[in-house]
């Protein structure tokens, strides 16, 4: 686990890359990591692109604001999340475009299955997060939507929620972030090749890989 001068500084670095590769945009993500005390979490209304080290929020494991300005208002989110994956040490949520797309699409239309969101065309986010799944729409903040998600993070690493965009959990900073990006990656492909006769990994490729790469 880091101590929190770390995870300060591995939030403002990784914050920054997703901001500049436009990944995110305005005030619209958050970040945190899991400390001793508690999180480390990006205050409530920041940009990705302009954190300091000296404004993120370090709340208790009660959710107490201890240090820093005041916490994003999904904080219940990352804790319901981390809740029911005790192994993990960060989340990142975002609304980057094709996760949150896909996200926005009915369930029972292009997105097939509510535990199996995001087409496999490639083998890369099953290595890196496994299944994504997908939970109904709740307003952001809401309890509801820190149930839901909790529902399903003990066996899905990556969530889509609908009409909302895609939260990932991991076990080291840059694992969540290297997996935000394999699923925005996987999300777009899933959106270029709608209606498009796509080979998909067949479910014995996919067991395989969910094997040998699980998370």
């Known amino acids: 686990m880091l101590d929190e001068s770390i ?4 939030i403002v670095t990784y914050a920054k890359s997703i901001f500049d590769r436009g990944l995110t945009s305005g005030a619209s993500a958050n ?13 409530t209304n920041t940009c990705f692109g302009f954190l300091e080290e000296d404004e993120l929020s370090v709340v208790d494991h009660q959710g107490n604001l201890l240090r820093g300005a005041k916490p994003s208002k999904e904080f219940l989110l990352h804790q319901a999340m981390y809740a029911a994956r005790p192994g993990d040490t ?8 094709y996760a949150t797309a896909l996200s926005c699409l009915a369930m029972d239309g292009a997105i097939e299955h509510a535990a199996n969101a995001v087409p496999t065309y490639t083998p890369y986010l099953t290595m890196r997060l496994g299944v994504i799944a997908l939970v109904p729409y709740f307003s952001p903040g809401d309890k ?4 839901a998600v909790g529902k399903v993070a003990e066996n899905h ?23 935000m990006e394999e699923l925005e990656e996987s999300c777009k492909l899933a959106m270029l090749l709608q209606g ?20």
């Not at 995870?7 to 591995?10: I, Q």
């Not at 960060?90 to 475009?97: A, G, M, Q, R, Y």
């Not at 509801?144 to 149930?147: K, N, R």
């Open 7 to 10: 995870a300060k500084k591995k």
């Open 31 to 43: 970040m945190s990591v899991r400390i001793a005390e508690g999180w480390v979490i990006t205050p």
């Open 90 to 97: 960060c989340i990142i949520h975002l609304h980057s475009t």
């Open 144 to 147: 509801e939507l820190a149930s």
């Open 157 to 179: 690493a990556g969530v889509l929620m609908a009409n909302h965009g895609p939260i990932v959990s991991a076990k080291t900073a840059e694992d969540a972030f290297y997996g």
């Open 196 to 215: 498009a006769s796509a080979n998909r990994l067949t479910d014995l490729q996919i067991q395989t890989l969910r094997a040998k790469f699980s998370k």
